[in-house]
């Protein structure tokens, strides 16, 4: 199944889907609360290719239940989430991996202070 990403314009938040065509995906996502498209063209609907086949049967993936997927999409939970200045990895509770702490070089998620401890040796 294709992977797409749908929200309402300008937006910083909306669905990931998974559909065979744009049309299917939109009309999908259009049913899901928390998207304010009360007009059709007023939603943008984008290919996200990495995550084709993650998923074999139409759906719109819940925030909740499928986390990582969106995670991996780098997309964030809440607004003002941190995000590493280094990677730009944003901070996700449900995953430790992504765990944003501040150090004197800004803010760093677990991997680029580990791979920056590794530089200084
Ligand atoms: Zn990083």
Redesign the pocket.
Known sequence: MKAWSVMDYGAECGYIVFAETRGKARAAAMGCAGLDCSEWNDVEVRRIPKLDGKRNAPCVLDWEKDGRIYYEAGWYPIDGAPS?D????FEYDEFPESRVTETDDGF??A??IAHEAREAE
């Open positions: 590493c280094c990677c730009g990895l760093m998620c991997a680029c």
